[in-house]
Nanobody
Framework: QVQLVESGGGSVQPGGSLRLSCAAS????????MGWYRRAPGKERELVAR???????DYADSVKGRFTISRDNAKDTLYLQMNGLKPEDTAVYYC?????????????WGQGTQVTVSS
């Protein structure tokens, strides 16, 4: 059974920092492409950052230069370091795992963690 458990969300002032963590189990973490997505109130869920098993990364334009995605394969844990937070970063952040089985993609999601940026 795949489980993704996020932590590290909270409330910060603009310009502040947070570090999100996602503890994974039930997957071969080191071989899995992982990502962070977010859903702001009234908006669709969007990709924030993604990291492949080869440590290649992609970022949404809105977070480039401010957010850093990383992974610790020894701990089966995914991270998102968020600096220079803006009110528009307020959203529920979700950890995602992409698994392939016989050519079929299956996505797994965590329960989400709330990030609120407000003065």
């Amino acid at each position: 059974q795949v489980q993704l458990v996020e932590s590290g969300g909270g409330s910060v002032q603009p310009g502040g920092s947070l570090r999100l963590s996602c503890a994974a189990s039930g997957i071969i973490f080191s071989l899995t492409t992982m990502g962070w997505y977010r859903r702001a109130p009234g908006k669709e869920r969007e990709l924030v950052a993604r990291i492949t098993r080869g440590i290649s990364t992609d970022y949404a334009d809105s977070v480039k230069g401010r957010f850093t995605i990383s992974r610790d394969n020894a701990k089966d844990t995914l991270y998102l370091q968020m600096n220079g937070l803006k009110p528009e970063d307020t959203a529920v952040y979700y950890c995602n795992a992409e698994t392939w089985d016989g050519g079929r993609l299956t996505r797994y999601w965590g329960q989400g963690t709330q990030v609120t940026v407000s003065s």
